[in-house]
């Protein structure tokens, strides 16, 4: 067989840069066969902010930065037949589909079909007392805290079952990022649930284009040490994959960025624990025997991943409520600025005290190696700084008192006048936060409630 499937990718996380799938469509109209072009915009903290804003309005808790990504290509896709899978969904997929539809109204597109899959809310079918019975493999303790969501990664069968319904837009919410991928090499090429090499391999490609940028010269750039031309240009990355899995990795011609065997190697092992078993709901991936070869400029093959039986459990990741954080920042520079930012900082902390503000605190001094520091700042303490640069005082608290919280950044605000001389530039935040945790649960549990939806206007 010599048919090839061409995917790009659109974007790698939520806000990544707006116009990137430009070049990435006008290249894959190009292509002879079939075209799609895949979105990942979506991490766990993600979905638990869009789980409580879909609590306050049954509308919301999709992407917002669906409205960005889409008018710019959304009429180009349809006319050239480029089929787009994305997790626009969320928290709330079907309202993302009746936007999507709202939106090709607005650009005049006609006749755009669009699909949702559902069954990775947990809620929907299981009591939270349910959920909470499983016990946490990773993340905050949530115990005695408020259940927001469970929402499972889905695997890639549920994206190959809406593509088969003949739509142009695939909506999912909690997937895994590969599945945006991978669903549309098993709806095109038929790859069956024992064939876990070709399954491994459609892995692999998913999880090199799921990041965008960073398998092209994003977040790989060191310069001098790693150099890439023309960052603020990149190329985000286009896949061919042909029926026995082989892939093909390259960028749109004129666009900046880099794509090798370095920056493939280092994307293919992002988020990898460990390399010989990728737990994935699909297959278990070992890619002990995968081969990255540079084939041409910018262009580079990767094969031989080997595929074994999936895991019988799925990820569900929990979002518990996470009480609030306050914070606030404040300026000092010129003369002795460090000696009159430590002292700001020890008038917030003896204020705290003052305050009964009793939760951790932590208060640094940014520009003094406070990155790789502790709450109480003692590396910073102990380390030779410029006396007379600039300094910026951080204050945050993480509470469940939403008065706590607003008192600590009402301190250093009150620094203008109360603290040392020459303090500027005051931003202060209150925030409601979402705590996530990881439990297992059984997957016939889940898949016999996952289902691929037509969504219509």
Same mark, same amino acid.
């Given at each position: ?11 790698? @996380? ?50 917002? =930065? ?60 299981? &009591? ?46 909690? &997937? ?39 398998? &092209?010269?994003?977040? @790989? ?14 190329? @985000? ?12 990795? &390259? ?61 019988? /459990?799925?990820?569900? /990741? ?5 009480? =609030? ?31 009964? #503000? ?12 406070? $990155? ?35 008192? $600590? ?6 620094? @203008? ?28 549990? #889940?898949?016999?409630? /996952?289902?691929?939806?037509?969504? /219509?206007?």
């Amino acid at each position: 067989m010599n048919q090839q499937v061409y995917i790009g990718s659109g974007a790698g @996380f939520a806000g990544d840069r707006f116009d990137a799938a430009v070049p990435v469509v006008a290249t894959l109209a190009r292509c002879d066969g079939p075209k799609y072009l895949i979105y990942e915009v979506m991490g766990e903290r993600t979905l638990a902010i869009a789980q409580r804003l879909k609590r306050e309005d049954p509308d919301a808790g999709y992407s917002p =930065w669906l409205d960005n990504y889409l008018p710019g290509v959304l009429a180009d896709c349809k006319q050239h037949g480029i089929r787009i899978v994305a997790n626009f969904g969320n928290a709330n997929p079907k309202a993302a589909a009746r936007r999507v539809l709202a939106l090709a109204d607005e650009l005049a597109i006609a006749k755009l079909r669009v699909a949702v899959v559902e069954g990775d809310n947990l809620l929907d079918y299981l &009591s939270a007392e349910d959920v909470l019975e499983h016990p946490c493999i990773e993340g905050t303790d949530t115990q005695g805290r408020e259940l927001l969501s469970a929402n499972a990664y889905l695997g890639a069968r549920p994206v190959a079952q809406a593509l088969a319904l003949g739509v142009d837009v695939v909506l999912v919410g909690r &997937s895994t990022d590969a599945a945006l991928v991978l669903g549309p090499l098993i709806h095109e090429y038929g790859w069956q649930e024992h064939q876990y090499d070709l399954l491994a391999a459609g892995t692999v490609a998913g999880h090199l284009l799921e990041c965008g940028a960073q398998v &092209s010269g994003g977040y @790989f750039a060191d310069p001098g040490m790693k150099d890439v031309p023309d960052l603020h240009a990149t190329g @985000f990355p286009i896949g061919r994959i042909d029926a026995e899995g082989r892939l093909q990795l &390259s960028k749109p011609d004129g666009t900046g960025g880099l794509i090798s065997r370095a920056t493939v190697l280092e994307q293919l092992l992002y988020e990898v624990h460990d390399p010989h078993n990728y737990l994935t709901p699909d297959v278990t991936l070992d890619l002990a025997e995968v081969e990255v070869v540079e084939t041409a400029a910018n262009t580079v093959s990767v094969t031989g991943a080997c595929g074994k039986p999936p895991p019988d /459990t799925l990820k569900v /990741t929990l979002a518990v409520d996470g009480g =609030w954080l306050g914070e606030a920042e404040i300026s000092y520079a010129g003369p002795n600025a460090l000696a009159r930012a430590r002292l700001a900082a020890d008038v917030v902390r003896k204020r705290c005290t003052t305050l009964g #503000i009793n939760d951790p605190c932590r208060i640094e001094i940014l520009g003094t190696s406070t $990155l790789f520091d502790d709450d109480g700042g003692s590396r910073a303490e102990s380390l030779q700084h410029d006396e007379n640069g600039e300094y910026r005082l951080r204050a945050a608290v993480r509470t469940d008192s939403k008065t706590k919280a607003q008192q $600590l950044a009402d301190e250093v605000l009150a620094l @203008f006048c109360c603290g040392p001389a020459g303090g500027g530039g005051v931003r202060q935040s209150v925030s409601a936060q979402v705590s996530t945790a990881s439990i297992l649960v059984q997957r016939q549990r #889940i898949e016999s409630h /996952t289902r691929a939806v037509e969504i /219509t206007s």
